[in-house]
């Protein structure tokens, strides 16, 4: 087993930058079970063959659990030191809470005390999404906020920090 896995890693990248391939693969580098945890629903057909896509290039290595709202539940179930959760991703998930009105200073308050205790390391992959224009609409400049704000939470506490560009990884933690 590898036990110099750091407790806590943070990943983060643009749409389509290769940031899921990269946190999978510093998933499977180690000797743990490897648990995926995606937080994606499938409101559409794009979505539904995108996770279709996903599922495929994972293969059958992969313990899959889908949680779209409480993932802070799911991690204090599941996490283990002889399992790697890899969570994809927390962009999906803060969409969720705020289409589920959700009071979100209360989920994150309660998701960054969850990770003090977990008993297992995890990797989490998000999008960044504040290198962009200032969106146009309240809600999505609300969004862009609050994926900023819990990225900072994150990073704070994270062993690791990467950020993923054109599949180029710089580590910034």
């Known amino acids: 087993m590898n036990n110099n896995l750091p407790n806590i890693s943070l ?4 749409a389509r930058s290769g940031k899921s391939q990269f946190a999978e693969n510093l998933a499977l580098k ?3 079970d490897p648990y995926y945890f995606a937080t994606s629903q499938a409101y559409d057909t794009e979505m539904k063959d995108r996770i279709s896509k996903h599922q495929i290039d994972r293969g059958d290595l992969w313990a899959t659990l889908e949680e779209p709202l409480e ?3 799911l991690l204090l179930s599941e996490a283990r ?3 790697i ?3 994809d991703c927390l962009t999906l998930w803060v ?3 705020m ?3 959700k009071d979100i200073v209360d989920e994150f308050r309660d998701f960054i005390d969850t990770l003090h205790k977990l008993n297992g390391p995890v990797i989490f992959v998000s999008n960044e999404v504040g290198q962009g224009i200032v969106p146009d609409n309240a809600m999505a400049r ?3 906020d609050y994926a900023g704000r819990l990225h900072q939470d994150i990073a704070a506490i994270a062993d690791d920090v990467y950020f993923i560009t054109a599949g180029l990884q710089q580590r910034l933690k």
């Open 11 to 14: 990943v983060l990248g643009g």
């Open 30 to 32: 180690t000797e743990l």
């Open 71 to 73: 993932l802070s539940t």
């Open 81 to 83: 030191p002889e399992r």
């Open 85 to 87: 959760i890899l969570v």
């Open 95 to 97: 969409t969720n809470l």
């Open 99 to 101: 289409m589920a009105e």
């Open 142 to 144: 609300a969004f862009r």
